[in-house]
């Protein structure tokens, strides 16, 4: 059974850090690009960062760039979103993405409160 888990989310402090996993199985990600989605209350979907299956490159919102880093180990069959510098605007459900041969993947999410 394809499943992705994320885990990490929790309330941090403004200026402070977390760090997000998605755990895949069922499938092997080396094959599939992997990305990290947020969706805020009353707003859309919203692509965070994304990381190839070919040679690793990135790409980041603009909002992000600078404070968070998306990687992964295939090893570990697992990837990851270090996020730093966190601010209240970063509140939101964090959505792990498996996208590759014709298919797309999505975990059930893990929530991210950043407030004092």
Known sequence: ???L???GGGLVQPGGSLRLSCAASGFMI??????????APGKERELVAVIRSAGGSTMYADSVKGRFTISRDN???TAYLQMNSLKPEDTAVYYCNAEGWGVSYWGQGTQVTVSS
């Open 1 to 3: 059974q394809v499943q």
């Open 30 to 39: 080396r094959s599939y690009a992997m990305s990290w989605y947020r969706q």
């Open 5 to 7: 888990v994320e885990s």
């Open 75 to 77: 090893a570990k069959n």
